[in-house]
């Protein structure tokens, strides 16, 4: 399947690397999504597991068409100039197939590493813009708060310019967003209620686009579906995940349900299962077509799927069923 044969009324459909595949699971699984025709693959960056950047170059270069997408790089983490380095060298050498993530981290992971900012917002806006410059070829001198340059250029700027999207959440860092960069990464669960919220903060940024990650298993048999994601919806009760519960139609429920059981498993446990076709992309390919289109309407470009279940690579070969 190419790019050009994809379901009429849908978003783009893509893939998520698992964090934690096994490594010689790794490129036989980002040649299998490319295979089976998914539009995009989005590599993550979590403290403690594998680079971002090292795992895109990876993937782009055992793949022929397949978009490769990184998220998230933490602003903390890397010097912007240095970061417009790797990113352009990548860019250059598979142009058009490169899509930056950038955000601010997760705030304990980036504490752990003492990075976190005292000012997310403002060190999130000057990073994304800076490196959005450099990779454009630009000379560029800045005197921020926390990006400092005098006058850095890149020597070989690629010739097709990186998106860079914006990996936020929260009313505020969105509406940064929208000013700042070229998209927004949103990270699951992305129902349609969240993606219309998180449009509205965005505000009005032509050609902005929306990309949401979501847990997803598909199964002729929708409960064996459902019991395949139950288990990835645990830290759905906490508090921190409060951008993506509140615009739900039950979302004081589902808080209600996090205090009476504050443990990750024993909350997922609880979850009824009317609750999990809201909170994940589930069921037979039909359905879950249907809930990434509805996802699509509501302003989403792209939808990444995250593959639930022991058997990773069986779980990506039942995702190709909605494509």
Not at 103 to 122: E, I, K, Y
Request: charged residues 20%; glycine residues 10%.
């Amino acid at each position: 399947m190419s790019l050009d044969d994809a379901t009429p009324g849908l978003p783009d459909i893509g893939v998520i690397l698992p964090r934690d595949l096994p490594v010689d699971q790794v490129l036989p699984y980002v040649r299998r999504a490319d295979e089976l025709g998914f539009a995009e693959l989005w590599v993550v960056e979590d403290l403690g597991f594998r680079g971002g950047m090292a795992q895109a170059a990876a993937a782009l270069a055992v793949t022929e068409r397949i978009r490769v997408g990184v998220g998230i790089l933490p602003v903390g983490a890397r010097n912007v100039a240095f970061a417009a380095m790797e990113a352009a060298t990548v860019a250059e050498l598979f142009p058009g197939r490169l899509h930056l993530g950038i955000g601010h981290g997760m705030p304990d992971w980036m504490r752990q590493v003492g990075a976190w900012p005292a000012s997310p917002l403002t060190a999130f806006e000057e990073y994304v813009t800076a490196l959005r410059a450099l990779l454009r070829g630009e000379e560029v001198t800045v005197s921020g708060r926390y990006v400092q340059l005098d006058r850095v250029r890149l020597e070989s700027p690629p010739a097709v310019v990186p998106p860079v999207l914006a990996g936020v959440r929260g009313p505020k860092s969105l509406a940064v967003a929208g000013r700042c960069a070229d998209g927004t990464v949103l990270a699951e669960p992305v129902g349609p209620e969240y993606v219309r919220a998180a449009r509205g903060h965005i505000g009005d940024a032509p050609g902005h686009r929306v990309v949401g990650y979501e847990v997803a298993a598909v199964d002729a048999d929708p409960a064996a579906a459902r019991a395949a994601v139950r288990p990835l919806l645990g830290w759905m009760g906490q508090p921190s995940w409060a951008p993506h519960v509140d615009p739900l139609s039950f979302g004081a429920e589902l808080r209600a349900l996090s205090e009476r059981h504050p443990d990750p498993d024993a909350f997922a446990a609880e979850l009824p299962e009317a609750w999990i076709d809201e909170l994940a992309v589930v069921g037979t390919p039909e359905q879950a077509r249907a809930r990434i289109a509805a996802i699509g309407a509501a302003g989403a470009d792209a939808v990444a799927l995250a593959p639930a279940g022991p058997d990773r690579l069986a779980a990506l070969e039942a995702l190709a069923g909605v494509l």
